[in-house]
Structure formats: structure tokens, C-alpha cells
């Protein structure tokens, strides 16, 4: 035992959760929550039926045994114990009341033996008393651990016969009882030594232990085979992504190879090309130089002559005559080189249309049928096909870019398709999504480019969504990653999950399989302190926290780090009153529920008071406030209803009442709308999560009173992952829920 910290505790452990002070008398239902017995009088009081009462944490109904008598519920003998052993931790700060004068002092020492306080005055009388002879009598400033425990574990003593321990076990009655209780109320009832019936219970209370330890450690060898198997795939991935890089490098080395193959032809036709026209540039260069010559010559000529002599016969005038004649029928032969690259467009589009390989994968115990229908759709009557486009060898006889139909109906023949969705997966299949008129049994006929595929058509079973959970972390305590009371949820874009803890005053963030990485805050008023944090949200790698017993909002950065605040104790228009739920709206504002107010106020991210929404009777207690689309959608924890506004504030209608029907609620809490566009409310006290639409029509619902998986104890707030699944936070659980 951990006695330090459980004495750390013991006055949480100590007070009845009705009257919120010490136990009186306290009583133990069979759900084992215990209260005290004048508490579970005053309920009694209340409740029409005479008979049964139901328990104040868990809603759960039990008929009172006997006469009806409350008294007659047994008594929590460990609470009784903390009782005793509470004195002990408060003698320095309000004394202990004396169990022989009744005088308080904080210099007083406890006798195990007769199980009561004497004070210094007092406790030389109780040595000198000869019968105490043996009492074993100890001053509270020595107090050791294993003394507190001592007094955890002293014997029980019988609530009808003062200071008589019990010492049997009534096996009629199943409760344990005393020696004068043995003579009188259970005189022929068949009894055993207390001892040898705890002895006999502790046998089998640890043969259950062992049998949960094999169970336990079945599933853990069944965890450690998983590990294995997601070692093995991810080995298997590494490889896989190794192959497709070593195919694609072929790939693309071979086209590597011929570019370069095409640059060095292209460099060897534009080598000869150059070279063929520096040697025409040579060639016109001489013929340039000579021409200048005989220009230069024939103008001496032509100037030094008479006519006379230039009519004169001349063999160099008449060559120069000649040549430029030549020279104008050669102009014409030059040769012009244009070089263009001609694309192999077929090649491209082929690249483009065809993949490089496919990815196939196969699973033990996953059916291998073709054109199998999905028998559970999403919210509400929708279904799912997976369509496989391959034949009886399993080589992919279908394209990509195929032409799929769908044809749904019921087995009178009528369509019962509202609208389907076809998706290509890229890997020979087809995913088809339709949403459905009626639930029931429905013919789905799948073709493709016409054609029936495998064993089309085919059944469907339509019907409503039913909400599977896949993960639970958390369970209570204060140690990091532990939990007590957690409230708000809240997602980022990282998937990154941010849960704020009322019971222990501060926030987790979780990875999205629940892997614990890093906690912030904790119980106080200053800077990046908490007194009861319930709402949280995301924005902009920011948290923002509302932090109800200080009346304030709260805003750090996504690593926890205390970036500023905003409000303050009032009715003003910047302060608040206990705020509950917050949300960001499209524009980045927040909304807080100022529950003391009962307005919903909005506010810049740097804390700026823009406006509220609500007027004096609007809401009774309003929870929490998120925006879809245009419309603000309130829940009011006391009307047990909800209420839709505009943008602009202005009410428009609400739906619900108080019940636990369909559509009704009791003291609904946080708000939240899936990736179809339905409303998720956490309808605390009927123990579920209900799903609407916008209207206010039921969808559908999941969740129930418990503490197994997939049941709640007060869930208060939803929160969607980016594949669509919910996360809800289980209050009086300690723990959050994942579902899809």
C-alpha cells in the first residue's frame, strides 16, 4: 500500500458525494457506491416509488431489501475505517476530541485496542486501569505508515451491539456478525468463524485473480503477437517500398539512358552542322576579300579610262561581268539545318494512364469473396460495396478509367438508391457508397463497361450505423497520462488529441491511439494555472482553456507554453461567471458559454469582447456553443433542450426535452458535427452520445450506463478525427473513448 499518497487522499475518500461532507453512517448500494444513510433518506423521500431507490452517481435502480428500510443496506465497514484513521491526519491544525472528557487537543494518543482517542490528561488514567493492562496505546507525534494502516485494518465492530467485534459469518443473512448477535437474530441461522469465511472468500477472490492474471496474460501475448505482425508490416512495407523504388530507378534510368542517347545525337548532327558551315563561312570570307580586290581595281579602272577605252575590249572588266552573275545563282544554294525534338506521345499517355505496378494484399481472416456487400453502414441507412475487378485468376481484366454502374433494389423490385458514389481504389477495386430510401435486404447490380462483375447481383443488408469502440485510454489518477474527470476534447490538424482535466486542474495531449505526450498546468490561480479548466479548443497551433473557478479564459501555445488571458469576475460585457464550453467559429473568434450569466459571449483570440448571443431568459444554463454553416447551435444543460440561432444571433427554433427517449435529453452537454454534417450530443445524464440532424430529427444513438467498453458515466464532450472517428470523454469513467 501506498499509504502516502492515500493519505494524500483520504478526504476526498472520506466525504459523501451527495452532501459533499464527512460520511454519517455510511451505506453501501449493491452498484457499490456508498452514501450516508440520511442522505439516501432525503432521496427516498422524494422519489415516488417507496421501494426501490437509484443511486445518485450511476442512475442505477435498486429495490431496498427487508421492509424497506434503508438501514437495512449494508454498512461500508472501509469508510467507517478512514473515518478513524481521518482524526489522526488533522491533530496539528484542529485537535482530536478526547473519547473519556470530550476535551479537544492536539497532544493526544490513540489506544488500538479500545480503538478511541484519549487526551494527555486523560491517558495515565487508561494505563492505570488494570483491564487495560494490555492496551496498546501510542501518542499521534509517533505516528509511523504502518500505524495508519493498522487502523485501516482494525476489526469491525457491530453497529447494533456497541464495542462488540464481529465474529461470525451469517451464511443465511451473508453479512458478519457478533457473539450476541449469533444468540439472538440469527439463532438457527447456519454460521461459520469470520475468519474462516474471509479465508475461504480470499481463496476464491484469488483463484478469479489468478484466472484474469492467465487471461491477462493470453491477451498479452496476443498484444505481443500483434507487435509482431506490425513489425512484420512494416517490414514488409520497407521492402515493398524498396522494390517499387528499385523498379521506378530502372524506370527511370532507361529513360535516363535514352535522352542521353538522343543528346549525343543531337550534339553529333550539330557538330557537323557547324562544321559544315564554318567551312561556307571560310569559302564566302575568300571570295569577300577577293571581291574587295577587284572592286578596288576595277574602280581604278573605270576612273583612270575614257569611254573610248573602256568600249575597248578588256579581259578583267569582262571577268568581273562574269562572276557576278555566278554569284547570283550561288546565293541560292544555302543550306538552312532546323533541329526539333519530336515527343513519343503515345509513350506519355501510356505513362499516365498505366500505373508502374499494383500493391496486393491479403489477410487471414478477411474473406476473399468478390462483390461482397458490407452489412453495416455509416450514419444513417447508408451502405457500402467493394467491388473487385478481376477474374477467376486474379489478373486485373478492368482499367482505371472503366466505366462502373450500380443499380440498388428492394426485393419488390423498387429502386432504393437515393444517390451512390463510386470510388476508384487504385488497386483493381471499387469502393461504391450508396445512400439508401429504406433499411432492409436490397439487390445491388455492379458492371463494369456493362458487364456483370463476379457473382452480381448480389444481397446488401441496409441498416443504421452501429458505433463500434476501438480504443479507450486513461484510467484514474494523478500520475502523467492518468486521468480524473477529464471534460473538454479538442482535435488539431496534427490528429494530436488535447483533453482538459477538471479532477487534477490541467491538460493532456495524447497522440490519436492514446500514446501519453505532454501534460501543462495545474491547480491555482496565477499565470498557466487551473481551478476546474472544462472547455478547451484548437486554433492556429494555439489552445485556448476556459477556466471556470478563476472566470476566465486562458490561451498557450501547442507545446503548453502561457501566451495570454482574458475576463475576469463579473456581468460586464469583457467578464465572466463560470465559463463552460468554448469553440472557434469560422472567422476565429471564440465562443464561451458563461454559464453564471447565461449568455454566450464572443471574443477576439486576443481577448476583445465582440458581442453575445442571448437575451435575459434564453437559456436556463447554457453549456456550450459551436457554429456549422450559418447557424449557432447552443445546448441548455437545465431546459434539457437545444437552441439554433443564426449568425447574427437571432433565435430561430430549438428541438428536445427532458426524457430519455429518442430526441430527448437529460442535461445535454458539449456539441459537435460529423463528417456528414450530423450533430453528435452528449446527452450526459442518460449516459449516450445521440446523433441528429440539424433539424432536430433522430439519426441514431450509442452508449449506455456502465463502465464496460462502449459504455459511459456522464460523457460531456465529442470530438471528430480526420478519418472520421469520435472521441468522447467519459467524466465519472476517467477515461476517453474512441469510436468509428
Known sequence: MDIKAFLDDIHEHA??????T???????????HSFCLHCLQRI?????????????ECRQNFRIPGNGDLNAFPTNFRINSLLDALPVTECNTIGIKCGNCDKTSAQSAYCFTCCSFWCDDCLPLHNRIKTFKEHHALALKDFRDEDFETILKQPTLCGKHEKKKHKFFCQVCNIAICNACALTDHDGHAKIVLEDAAKERKSRVNAAIELKKRRALEKMTRIAKIDENCISIQEQAAGVKRDVQQFADSFIAAIEAQKNHIFDELENDVREALQLLGEQRHEI??????????????????KRSTNSQIMQPHGFLDKIVHEKVKEEDSANCDIEHVFTFNRNEKLFDDLNVQQIGFISKTSSNTSSAEGKGITEGTVGLEAEIVVTTRNARKEQCYQEHDRVTVEIRNREGRDSAIKSQIQDNKDGTYKILYFAKESGTCQATVKVNGKHVHRSPFEVQIKRRQFRPVL????????????????????????????SETGNHRVHIFTSNGTHLRSFGKKGNQQGEFDWPPGIAFHDNKIIVADANNNRVQVFSDKGHYLNQFGGKGSRDHQLLFPL??????????MVADKGNKLIKIFSLDGRFLRSIGTEGSFSLPFHCIQHDNYLIVSDHGDHCINVF???GEFLYKFGKQGNGDGEFD????????RTGHLLVCDSLNHRVQVLKLSGEFVTKFGASGTGGGEFNVPVSTAVLSDGKIIVTDYNNHRVQIFE
Do not use: Y
Request: with cysteine.
Open 44 to 56: 427516498q423521500q422524494t422519489s415516488e416509488i417507496r421501494d426501490t431507490i437509484s443511486c445518485p
Open 22 to 32: 464527512r460520511f454519517t453512517n455510511p451505506k453501501q448500494l449493491p452498484c457499490l
Open 15 to 20: 466525504c459523501c458525494p451527495v452532501c459533499m
Open 646 to 648: 443564426n449568425r447574427e
Open 472 to 499: 479507450s485510454f486513461g484510467k484514474h489518477g494523478s500520475a502523467a497520462g492518468m486521468l480524473s474527470r477529464p471534460w473538454g476534447v479538442a482535435v488539431n490538424d496534427k490528429d494530436e488529441i488535447a483533453v
Open 285 to 302: 570570307e575568300e571570295e569577300v576579300k577577293k571581291q574587295e580586290a577587284d572592286i578596288e581595281k576595277t574602280q581604278i579602272i573605270l
Open 667 to 674: 442535461q445535454p452537454a458539449c456539441l459537435s458535427v460529423d
Open 581 to 590: 464550453g468554448l469553440s472557434i467559429d469560422s472567422d476565429g473568434n471564440i
